[in-house]
Structure formats: C-alpha cells, structure tokens
C-alpha cells in the first residue's frame, strides 16, 4: 500500500479548494442580499468485489482515506493491506467507489451480509444503490415564507423547549412552528434524523396542516434532512446550522423554503433563490 510523504510547507499552506457559494437574502424589515459559501456533499456508494455494501453521504474530498478508514473502523478488513485498489467513478451529485479486497476480507464481508436483516440484496451496483440516495421526489407547491418576527429569538425560544437537552446534553431537536409563530412541537434524539422522523410522526399523528407553518432542525441540514421534509410535504425547513450546497440545490429545485438562521445576522432565505441568482 503506498504511503504518504510529508507534506511540505508549500502544501501545508495551500489554499483549500474553494466551497460553492450560493445567494441568500435575508428575511428581515429590509431585506438585502448577500452570498456565503456552503459546505459540498455527495453521495458515496461503495462496493466490494462488484457487491454493493453502503450509500453514505460525505464531504468530496479525501475519499480514498474515507474508504480504508471506513473499511478498517467498521471490521469490513483487518489490515489496510486487505485492499488491493480502489476505482472511483463521479456520477453528477454523486461517486461511487469500486473496492477491490482479498479474498479473506470479501468472505468475511458476505458472511457478515448474512447476518444482517433488512439489508438490499448482494449484487445491487454502485450506481443503482446512488439512485436510491438520490430519488425522484415530487416538487411541492410554492409556500409563502414565514414573517420574519416568527423568526426573531427563535434560538432561544427553543432553548427553552428542549427538555433532554437542558438535563443531559448530546441531543438534537425537531420543531414545528405553527403559523402564529408559537412552537406547538418539540421532539428531541441523540439523532438529527430521528429527531425529525419523531417530530414527522407527531405531526401526522395530530393531523396538522404542515404548510401552515414551518419546521425547525438545530442539527446542520443535509440532504438527508431535506428529503424527509419533501416527502412529508413541509413547506419550509428552518435549520440553526448552515445547510450544505446539494441542501440548497434540492430546495429550490423542489420549491422546499430553506432558510438558515446564524448566530448573530439575519435569517438568511436560501431557497427561494434570490431573483437572478445562478447556480454554482
């Protein structure tokens, strides 16, 4: 397996590759817009031996050291010599990753498959597992965004609905703001997407009118996240963590309001793109 050399001071302090930007305004009195630069994500899908084991989202980069360390931490190999190659192959939005391994490590591996339940079966490809990653979803109805007092001290508003959070810490949280502006849910996991899947359930359960009003997730918003909100027909998505550029796309490709509220400026609408933004 080769190995790295050092890395020289040139590259210590190169610059890093630049993050797409996308156009936001802010949903304030006087609104204005701006532009900030988002975090990239991808869909990975890794095989081993031709066998499909995994989709997962990640950052795009140093995806070779992704995939030994994955392999490695999750008792896929006992060695990084276990692998022989790796073949990456960029799909659009998406990557797969062909993984060659011994033939000890890719028994062990369909061994391992046999015990799993609920698993897609062997020999679905790296590029049919992507399009289950990455589904044809319905475009939702445009919805009016919230008033932007509905969004004023929310952070600390919901500080004070989050009852795991206050006594243990470690946790997420799902909210749903009706339309006057009051939180009517609140539903807390130590994960981001069962705090929206519990908050979803509930929701459903009461048999609210999810355009109405609009969800909230303090968790960073992935794609994951949005694709939850699209089949579960909310009309706007309110995140307290910056969403990723695919976050963004998906959005407004599917008329999914987006908007970010940072720590200190102006919630800022990314979805609807502002008039005349260009995608990256």
Do not use: E, K, P, V
């Given at each position: 397996m080769p190995r790295h050399a050092p890395l020289s001071a040139q590259q210590a302090n190169a610059a890093p590759v630049p993050a797409p930007t996308y156009s936001y305004v802010e949903l304030a009195n006087e609104p204005l817009e701006g532009a900030?630069?988002?975090a990239s994500e991808a869909a990975l899908a890794i095989s081993y031996n031709g066998i499909s084991h995994s989709v997962m989202m990640v950052s795009p980069s140093d995806l070779e050291?992704?995939?030994?360390?994955?392999s490695l931490s999750a008792g896929l190999i006992d060695s990084l010599d276990d692998i022989y190659d790796i073949s990456l192959q960029q799909h659009d939005s998406a990557i797969s990753a062909d993984v060659q391994v011994s033939n000890r490590a890719f028994w062990a591996l369909k061994q391992q498959r046999r015990t799993l339940a609920g698993n897609s079966g062997c020999g679905l490809c790296g590029v049919e597992a992507l399009e289950q990653a990455l589904p044809q979803l319905q475009n939702l109805p445009p919805s009016p965004l919230p008033a932007p007092a509905h969004l004023q001290g929310l952070r600390?508003?919901?500080?004070?609905v989050q009852t795991l959070a206050r006594?243990?810490?470690?946790v997420h949280a799902a909210l749903f703001v009706d339309a006057q502006g009051q939180i009517r849910l609140c539903r807390e996991d130590i994960g981001r997407h069962n705090a929206l899947d519990k908050l979803l359930g509930a929701l459903h359960r009461d048999g609210e009118d999810l355009r109405l009003g609009f969800a909230v997730v303090t968790s960073r918003c992935s794609l994951e996240l949005i694709h939850k909100a699209l089949r579960a027909g909310i009309g706007t998505l309110v995140s307290l963590s910056a969403p990723t550029s695919l976050s963004v796309q998906w959005a407004r490709q599917h008329n999914l309001n987006l908007i970010h509220i940072p720590q200190q400026s102006a919630p800022r609408v990314y979805s609807p793109a502002a008039p005349g933004a260009k995608q990256p």
């Open positions: 900030a630069a988002l050291d992704f995939i030994y360390g994955f600390q508003r919901i500080q004070t006594h243990s810490g470690a």
